[in-house]
């Protein structure tokens, strides 16, 4: 009988007489027993019980011969015949569970492959810390409130230098000069392109606002007696120019009629410092040099005279001349302050409450979203006069940009969101790959592939 066997009947013969209790080194012993027995079930049909038994009992006297002499050659030879029998080669002599089955796929391998599999990561792209091309801005005038750059539709940069508007053609690098206004009514204090990429209003520091056609260099009209002074905020909305000036006040202006003047917006106590549409035209944001940011909402009854704003907001510490609307959130506004507020403010203009604030360290002077990412650029003065890049809406800074040695007042993007110029007070006009190049969408044309029977429009 084995031992496991043996110890197995003790207990059960303690068991019946109560005395397993009293003895614990036996149930301590019977315990490391149980855990110390094999549990594997032999496979029969895959065992040699010839092999075994030799090896249990003719293995044993065949190794203890090896260490002598062999009796006779005849032995000798019987022992090597069986040893190429039974393949003595072999290390074990119980075959246990066979190899597992390979598993079955429920489902095709190419299948889920293809719709589990994940979409692979896109790569960083790389940020150039330098500009990509520099051109002199002579005589450039450093104003906070003035907006004196714009990059139209038709990828021709408008810039202002003093009395004078000149043309940058990005398609081929070519320069003209529009207009050179008087001394008495310059110098020039805003530019703005329309819509279409021909037109471009210009306002004046006599209260003036003159639209030309930049394809035939010719004035088409001159729009007066709205402002009391210089005029440094334009914005378009269709055949609407809003105009903003140092009065104060923010004009509606209908292009098309004689008497241009459609509605006023009255709110700001000091100069208008910037203006922007919103893309789908229900809301202006206004920000102005008495540090408060106005959102107005056409939706509301129109009147003449506008005195009614949907938001006043507060928050800002400094002039509000940053603004951009968010292109990929509907009633989503960064503001940027000046120098004594130096923040980046996210606003939810239907609510009017603010989502978000980040300190940059130094004065914003202007704001862009990225056309193809959650990103904002952000142009500022002092100590750096750098750019900087923001991810959205995690607002880590994820590059800084320098290489103007003023504060970098005007700033716009391409029409495919690919370059960034600015101009700064150090009369100096840059390019800046900070943005990427845009994805190639593909022809939807070309992707639609034509069915056997294109002259078939439906079934009937």
Known sequence: M?????????????????????????????????????????????MDFDFAHYMLTEGRNGKENKKGVVSSLSKEAYLKLLAETFNMNRTRILAFKNKPPTPVELIPHQFYS?????????????????????????????????????????????????????????????????????????????????????????GLNDSSVQLWDSTENRLLRTLKGGHQSRVGSLDWKNHILTTGGMDGKIINNDVRVRSHNVATFAGHQKEVCGLKWSASGQQLASGGNDNLLYIWDMSM???????????KLEDHSAAVRA??????????????????????????????????????????CALLWNKNERELLSSHGSMQNQLNLWKYPSLVRIAELT?????????????????????????????????GAPEVKKDASKAEQPGPFPHIRQIR
């Open 2 to 46: 084995a031992a496991s066997d043996r110890l197995s009947a003790l207990l059960v013969r303690r068991l019946s007489k109560g005395s397993l209790s009293s003895c614990p080194e036996l149930m301590m012993q019977f315990r490391h027993s149980r855990e110390n027995l094999d549990r594997f079930i032999p496979n029969r049909s895959a």
């Open 114 to 202: 293809s719709v589990h599999q994940s979409k692979p990561s896109k790569p960083l792209r790389h940020i150039p810390q330098t500009s990509e091309k520099t051109l002199d801005a002579p005589d450039i005038i450093d104003d906070y409130c003035l907006n004196l750059m714009d990059w139209g539709s038709s990828n021709v940069l408008a810039l202002a230098l003093e009395n004078t508007v000149y043309l940058w053609d990005a398609s081929n690098g070519s320069a003209s000069e529009l207009v050179t206004v008087d001394d008495e009514g310059g110098p020039v204090t805003s530019v703005s392109w329309a819509a279409d990429g021909q037109h471009i209003a210009i």
């Open 301 to 311: 009854p129109p009147m003449n005279s506008r005195s009614r704003w949907l938001h």
């Open 323 to 364: 603004l951009a609307w968010c292109p990929f959130q509907h009633n989503f506004l960064a503001s940027g302050g000046g120098g004594s507020d130096c923040c980046i403010k996210f606003w939810d203009t239907h609510t009017g409450a603010c989502l978000d604030s980040v300190d940059t360290g130094s004065q914003v």
């Open 403 to 435: 290489g103007h040695t003023s504060r970098v007042l005007f700033m716009d993007q391409s029409p495919d969101g690919h370059t960034v110029a600015t101009a700064a007070g150090d009369e100096t006009l840059r390019f800046w790959n900070a943005f």
